[in-house]
């Protein structure tokens, strides 16, 4: 019987592993490495330490990645749709099921495959008035390290107004630690907790309101203080806007954007907890999303100063430059104002690849 032969263009093979290749070959070949064919043009070499992160996002009946700087899904993640990623760091993901006979939180991780499954989630204060079962309360959640890692804490926080719930726990505990704060008798002004998720940084946490107040609590007091400090950002808009918030080389950065499209990005100040504001991000890509966001320094001439979103014109994701103040996408001529009318999928997040 005649073995049968399959044949595959070179154009096919994955660009990441054309970059890999191309990053062993000596630089006076690139150019003919270039010339192979059309989608071999742009590759540019694999640096381990310059690899960017990737949209983990639903996308028709499965999970999947998504390379924002090849514009080319990847491996495909079998973890079931009924799940809602509710924030990610260190390679993992924290997951909570969405069925009414299944309400489980817990972390996964889709490189390994491994889950560690955590208690069940406490509900909020009886104060806090819902519709919603209790499970799906409104809750944003964050981990300090990996949950593989004997020091590492979750925490889940809900504030509505003057009224805040702190859940804590750790992977092989059976229950969460529940603190109620009620600052009404204070005269601090009302915290809106914005969409992002909390942030552990120098050993507190830190939460973010619409307006950009700052809330800290320190995960060790027993006392459960709150502390609401900073002023407002100073760049108001009457249309809304969505907050971010992300650590960068130890200090916190904030991105804000509003409605019309400008997006301002602002440094805390760690004595004043003020905001201050920054012109651009240098030689800094920033992906934004509110179950996570990330920051990476490149070395490659053009792609820093650039904030990456899960917004998509066509299949291209879309980015924001800070020197053009324009949303562009990679590969055509793509220009625009804001983002009005792109598309961005159900649920996602960004991802460090960790191996």
Known sequence: MKEERTSSSWSKLPLELASRILSYIP??????????????SCVTPFH????SPLLFLFRGDQYCMFNPIYNTYQMSIHQPPTTKILFSN???LLMRALLHS????????????????????CPPPKRFSSNLPVDLQIAKFSFSSSPTSSDCFVVGVSVMSRLARICLTKPGEKNWIVKDIDFTISNKPCFFMSECNPIFHNGQCFCLDIDGRVAIFDLKDPEGTWRICGKPFSNKSEYGRQVFMVESDGELLSATVIEEGQIYIY???????????MTNLDNKILYLSYTESHIETTNFKGMGNKIYFPKFECDRM??????????HSYGDKFRRDNVHNLCEPMYFTWIKPMF
């Not at 630089?27 to 071999?40: D, E, G």
């Not at 879309?318 to 949303?327: E, G, H, I, P």
């Open 48 to 51: 381990e330490q310059h690899r």
């Open 27 to 40: 630089h006076k070949n690139h150019a003919t490495f270039h010339a192979v064919c059309k989608s071999w």
């Open 267 to 277: 440094k805390l100040h760690s004595s004043k907890v003020d905001w201050i504001n």
């Open 102 to 121: 299944d309400s489980s939180i817990f972390f996964f991780n889709i490189f390994t495959k491994e889950r560690i499954d955590l208690p069940h989630f």
């Open 90 to 92: 260190f390679g993992w």
């Open 318 to 327: 879309v980015f924001y430059s800070m020197d053009t103040k324009k949303y």
